[in-house]
């Protein structure tokens, strides 16, 4: 079973800081997802990714598949970022068995 | 496209009841699964998927059955309720299972249940 770490566990920042948010993880993947998750429960895919790097505004994904990580990356933090980013994994065998989920990263940005 | 509803939004049973938690997608996603989300541990998976008539099991399936009549729509039943199981649970689709890059995953808005 795959074990997926993130860290920090909790993090606030001012609002304009630069975010930075790890996940790490022990078995080979064939893809990794951020997701996002707003007070109120909804959870919502940032980005999809499998190797490099993908930008969309603000938000930047990377990751390492040989050092098994993958960064999420917040520029120009505001208020509305706060909620709690997801890292979750698929299998490489394909994922029919589901994602494995880190425990999440609690983020408040201050005004 | 309505993406992925669940009913209800919010539940509270007494142990030993039965109850079935509703989740249907209008994107003709192959792939369905629920998962529970509990504080303090990541999301967990019950049971999944990959197409009308077959379902397996995932990390969690103890006390929980599913069925896949439909492409639309992937109920998952609560047997005999217990407070163990209190928990926000999770329904998502997506396209296929994965394959060599995964695929886009679509959440519903949850179902918070409580079992007394």
């Known amino acids: 079973k795959n074990e997926v770490e993130q860290s920090p566990q909790n993090l606030t920042a001012q609002e304009g800081e630069f975010i930075t948010i790890n996940c790490s993880y022990s078995v080979g993947i064939s893809a990794l997802h951020w997701l996002q998750q707003h007070p109120g429960g909804g959870i919502v895919s940032l980005f999809m990714l499998s190797s490099g790097k993908k930008k969309h505004g603000r938000l930047i994904a990377t990751i390492n598949i040989q050092e098994k990580h993958s960064s999420l990356h917040i520029t120009a933090s505001h208020p509305r970022d706060s909620a709690v980013y997801i890292c979750?994994?698929?299998?490489?065998?394909?994922?029919?068995?589901?994602?494995?989920f880190g425990k999440g990263t609690h983020l408040i940005i201050q005004p | 496209n309505a993406g992925v509803t669940q009913t209800p939004k919010f539940q509270v049973l007494k142990t030993g009841q039965s109850m079935t938690l509703q989740c249907a997608q209008d994107m003709n996603h192959e792939y369905m699964s629920w998962y529970r989300q509990d504080p303090g541990m990541g999301l967990r998976l019950i049971h999944y998927?990959?197409?009308?008539?077959?379902?397996d099991q995932g990390e969690v399936p103890n006390g929980y059955n599913v069925s896949r009549s439909t492409t639309e729509d992937f109920p998952l039943r609560l047997l005999s309720a217990a407070p163990s199981q209190t928990s926000v649970y999770f329904c998502?689709?997506?396209?296929?299972?994965?394959?060599?890059?995964?695929?886009?995953?679509?959440f519903g808005p949850g179902t918070r249940l409580t079992v007394l």
């Open positions: 998502a689709s997506s396209r296929t299972s994965g394959g060599a890059r995964g695929y886009e995953q679509f």
């Open positions: 998927s990959v197409g009308a008539g077959i379902t």
């Open positions: 979750a994994v698929v299998g490489s065998g394909g994922g029919a068995d589901g994602l494995t």
